[in-house]
C-alpha cells in the first residue's frame, strides 16, 4: 500500500492526501481509519530500558500516550471497534517533541521537551495492534514515562507511545491542530463533542 521509496527514508516525500470518512462510522473496524494514514532511540526517561516494539503485530496491551489524531475518543472508538467513546486522562511526555509529516503529527526525540496529548489504558494485544496499523510502518512503539496532568492517582505510569521512525528531513516544524484537522476531514460530530467537553470542563472549574 505504501510508496517503498517511503520505507526507503525517501526525501522530499509528503504523505498524500487521505480518503473520504467513512459513510458508517459506526462500524467496528472502519475502512476510514485503516487507510487514513497508510501513506508514506533514547528516551528522556531512562527507567523503561526497553527497546521499541519492533514487530507491531505483537503490540503490547497497557497504557498508551496519545497525541495528534489519536487524542480524538471517537477516532480511537473507530479503530478499536468499542462501543463507545474511551475515556482518557490528560498526559504529557518528556523528551520528545512534535513536528509535522505532511499534515500528520510526528513524535521524535527533543531532550527536555515535553509533548502534551492524553493517555489510554489498552486492554489487549490485538488493540494495540489496530492502533499500530493505524499509525503505519512509518511510527514504532515506543516506551515512555507517562505523566498524568490531573489530580487523580495514579500520577504517572510507565507505557508506550507511537514515535516516527521515517526521514528527518521530511518533517516541518509546523504545529498540528487537531480541531482544523478534524474539520479538513469532515468530522464535525467529533469537533462538536470536543468543544462540548472544553466548555464543560471550563464551566466547572
Same mark, same amino acid.
Given at each position: ?66 497525541? *495528534?489524531? +489519536?487524542? /480524538?475518543? @471517537?477516532?480511537?472508538?473507530?479503530? !478499536? ?7 482518557? $486522562?490528560? %498526559? ?73 521512525? *521515517?526521514? +528527518?528531513? /521530511?518533517? @516541518?516544524?509546523?504545529?498540528?491542530? !487537531? ?7 469532515? $468530522?464535525? %460530530? ?16
Amino acid at each position: 500500500m505504501s510508496d517503498p521509496n517511503l520505507k526507503n527514508g525517501a526525501a522530499g516525500m509528503p504523505p498524500p492526501p487521505p480518503p473520504p470518512p467513512p459513510e458508517n462510522p459506526s462500524s467496528k473496524v472502519s475502512e476510514y481509519v485503516l487507510k487514513l494514514r497508510t501513506a508514506p532511540p533514547d528516551v528522556f526517561f531512562q527507567a523503561t530500558n526497553l527497546p521499541p516494539v519492533a514487530d507491531p503485530s505483537k503490540a503490547p496491551s497497557g497504557v498508551y500516550f496519545f497525541y *495528534g489524531t +489519536l487524542t /480524538d475518543p @471517537s477516532m480511537v472508538r473507530e479503530i !478499536l471497534g468499542l462501543e463507545d467513546d474511551p475515556d482518557f $486522562r490528560p %498526559a504529557y511526555i518528556k523528551g520528545f517533541k512534535c513536528k509535522l509529516w505532511g499534515q500528520y503529527p510526528a513524535l521524535v526525540d527533543g531532550p527536555d521537551a515535553v509533548v502534551e496529548g492524553a493517555a489510554y489504558h489498552v486492554q489487549t494485544g490485538a488493540h494495540g495492534a489496530k492502533l499500530a496499523a493505524y499509525e503505519t510502518n512509518h511510527y514504532c512503539i515506543t516506551p515512555c514515562h507517562i505523566h498524568y496532568s490531573d489530580e487523580m492517582k495514579p500520577t504517572d505510569d510507565l507505557g508506550y507511545t507511537f514515535k516516527y521512525q *521515517g526521514n +528527518l528531513k /521530511d518533517l @516541518s516544524d509546523d504545529i498540528f491542530d !487537531l480541531m482544523t484537522w478534524l474539520r479538513r476531514m469532515g $468530522r464535525y %460530530a467529533a469537533v462538536e463533542k470536543l468543544e462540548s467537553k472544553k466548555d464543560h470542563a471550563n464551566y466547572t472549574q
